[in-house]
């Protein structure tokens, strides 16, 4: 008998190119969701895996808040390009002025819940029937309620009570017209997981991952960086402080950390030693009430 043995890293990446190519055999007009941050960036970098060299058998899909950091955009709009897949970019603000939605006020005022309505329209006009994301359990506690193979209602809508098991591996994408399928097929991964492979693959990243001198404004205890989002106030500390990312959403809902790690090694140290998910550390959307995220994902968020 052999004794090949697959190590944890390559098993995770195993069971996501399974996922992958379970939606592209299930499944008619799937999309891929891409960001340029670093979850949607290990998708993309298991997609190829799983269908090269042939085409992706879906679209890259961004729903664009217009406050994302440019970093993330720049490296979103030069992946796409030097693999040569389509793109397709939804603005949220386009969504706002044809649906004449209220924009949210305050401090930071974040388009994050408005984000669903661009999605669903996207999902209506491309008429997707599944949307593949980066979302992980361990990222905060509503996203660790969720299958693998997540059913939305005609209306985007996702029932936490009401969802299929998904014993052996076996995922059933059946759906009735008008219901769509979220896929997430790195469910099984952790921050560390996501890191360790980044570094075992020589994934390239945007710099924003990595410390620099950022101006940021400290508030409770976070940094939050600089922006014409932010609406200042007389007593607000503005400092340059050296920062990376964990997460990169908006830059009104997602905080920096103070670092040193210039390096992946060095990254991978700092998130072994935390004891603070980085939503957790970092989500400033996700404090608005202890079921934030959950109440955002029944209404069609991601």
């Given at each position: 008998?052999?004794n090949?043995?697959?190590?944890?890293l390559?098993?995770?990446?195993?069971?996501?190119?399974?996922?992958?190519?379970?939606?592209?055999?299930?499944?008619?007009?799937?999309?891929?969701?891409?960001?340029?941050?670093?979850?949607?960036?290990?998708?993309?970098?298991?997609?190829?895996?799983?269908?090269?060299?042939?085409?992706?058998?879906?679209p890259?899909?961004?729903?664009?808040?217009?406050?994302?950091?440019q970093?993330?955009?720049?490296?979103?709009?030069?992946?796409?390009?030097?693999?040569?897949?389509?793109?397709?970019?939804?603005?949220?603000?386009?969504?706002?002025?044809?649906?004449?939605?209220?924009?949210?006020?305050?401090?930071?005022?974040?388009?994050?819940?408005?984000?669903?309505?661009?999605?669903?329209?996207?999902?209506?006009?491309?008429?997707?029937?599944?949307?593949i994301?980066?979302?992980?359990r361990?990222?905060?506690?509503?996203?660790?309620?969720?299958?693998?193979f997540?059913?939305?209602?005609?209306?985007?809508?996702?029932?936490?009570?009401?969802?299929?098991?998904?014993?052996?591996?076996?995922?059933?994408?059946?759906?009735?017209?008008?219901e769509?399928?979220?896929?997430?097929?790195?469910?099984?991964?952790?921050?560390?997981?996501?890191?360790?492979?980044?570094?075992?693959?020589?994934?390239?990243?945007?710099?924003?991952?990595?410390?620099?001198?950022?101006?940021?404004?400290?508030f409770?205890?976070?940094?939050?960086?600089?922006?014409?989002?932010?609406?200042?106030?007389?007593?607000?500390?503005?400092?340059v402080?050296?920062?990376?990312?964990?997460?990169?959403?908006?830059?009104?809902?997602?905080?920096?950390?103070?670092?040193?790690?210039?390096?992946?090694?060095?990254?991978?140290?700092?998130?072994?030693?935390?004891?603070?998910?980085e939503?957790?550390?970092?989500?400033?959307?996700?404090?608005?009430?202890?079921?934030?995220?959950?109440?955002?994902?029944?209404?069609?968020?991601?």
């Amino acid at each position: 008998m052999s004794n090949y043995r697959l190590d944890y890293l390559d098993q995770l990446e195993s069971e996501s190119i399974h996922i992958m190519r379970e939606v592209a055999g299930q499944f008619e007009r799937p999309a891929l969701m891409f960001s340029g941050g670093k979850d949607s960036i290990v998708l993309v970098h298991l997609a190829l895996k799983a269908f090269r060299p042939g085409k992706f058998p879906f679209p890259l899909l961004h729903i664009d808040t217009g406050h994302n950091f440019q970093e993330a955009l720049d490296y979103r709009d030069k992946m796409a390009a030097d693999i040569g897949e389509k793109l397709i970019v939804r603005n949220v603000e386009d969504t706002i002025k044809a649906k004449h939605l209220t924009e949210p006020k305050g401090k930071f005022a974040s388009r994050n819940a408005l984000q669903t309505y661009t999605l669903l329209d996207a999902i209506e006009e491309f008429k997707f029937d599944a949307c593949i994301g980066g979302a992980r359990r361990d990222e905060e506690k509503a996203r660790a309620k969720e299958r693998i193979f997540s059913i939305r209602d005609e209306f985007g809508q996702w029932n936490p009570k009401l969802q299929r098991p998904e014993l052996w591996n076996i995922y059933n994408g059946k759906i009735d017209k008008g219901e769509n399928v979220r896929v997430f097929p790195i469910s099984n991964w952790t921050e560390l997981d996501i890191w360790n492979y980044i570094r075992r693959e020589n994934i390239a990243l945007p710099s924003i991952y990595f410390a620099h001198d950022r101006e940021v404004l400290e508030f409770e205890g976070q940094y939050v960086a600089m922006s014409k989002f932010i609406q200042l106030e007389p007593t607000d500390k503005i400092s340059v402080k050296k920062v990376r990312y964990r997460t990169v959403g908006d830059m009104t809902c997602t905080a920096a950390v103070e670092s040193e790690a210039s390096v992946i090694d060095d990254i991978i140290n700092e998130i072994i030693a935390t004891k603070t998910s980085e939503r957790g550390e970092t989500r400033i959307d996700d404090r608005v009430s202890e079921a934030a995220m959950e109440d955002r994902k029944k209404g069609g968020y991601f």
